[in-house]
């Protein structure tokens, strides 16, 4: 399996433009989770679906940012607009079930500049 | 709420040391407890977990058991190599459905030859 795929690996934009993130999970998994990381705050969980359905997005700093997963094989994550302090890497990953044990599966992330 | 707390980075060693990276953790449940690597420029990769008390999970030399009555799960790895330099997250998941899935800050990892 190719594992879990992220599009575009780098994206700089500047304040004030749009941003899509863009997400594959592995095939067959159930579970999608989008994550931010930055050096000030960690890693924190943004929003998580499972069988495509949002489950919890109280992770989702604000109105700005929204995430669809349209079909079991695709998930985006848009930034609209973009600030300077979006600036992070996002991750994307899957897991196959939802029970507590299953392991998530992250993709390489994409890093993103927000001048 | 669940909270996970590591030790302070970074740890600096030299090549062939013996590694312990402390983990302790909160949750008003039973969790499951994770160890997750990321090297750099890449995603976060499952290196261990353990699902119940005293349970013991393994890999590429690094382990970590499950202590409940100490709420720890600390990572320990015999003899390091400098492949082993990136940062580690510790992990904890209380409930189905992927909720309450807390990572810890990470502890970053340098080994010298």
Known sequence: ?115 | GNSVTQMEGPVTLSEEAFLTINCTYTATGYPSLFWYVQYPGEGLQLLLKATKADDKGSNKGFEATYRKETTSFHLEKGSVQVSDSAVYFCALSEDNYGQNFVFGPGTRLSVLP
């Open chain 1, 1 to 115: 399996d190719a594992g879990v795929i992220q599009s575009p690996r780098h994206e700089v934009t500047e304040m004030g433009q749009e941003v899509t993130l863009r997400c594959k999970p592995i095939s067959g998994h159930n579970s999608l989770f989008w994550y931010r990381q930055t050096m000030m705050r960690g890693l924190e969980l943004l929003i998580y679906f499972n069988n495509n359905v949002p489950i919890d997005d109280s992770g989702m700093p604000e109105d700005r940012f929204s995430a669809k997963m349209p079909n079991a094989s695709f998930s985006t994550l848009k930034i609209q607009p973009s600030e300077p302090r979006d600036s992070a890497v996002y991750f994307c990953a899957s897991s196959f079930g939802a029970a507590r044990g299953d392991t998530q599966y992250f993709g390489p992330g994409t890093r993103l500049t927000v001048l």
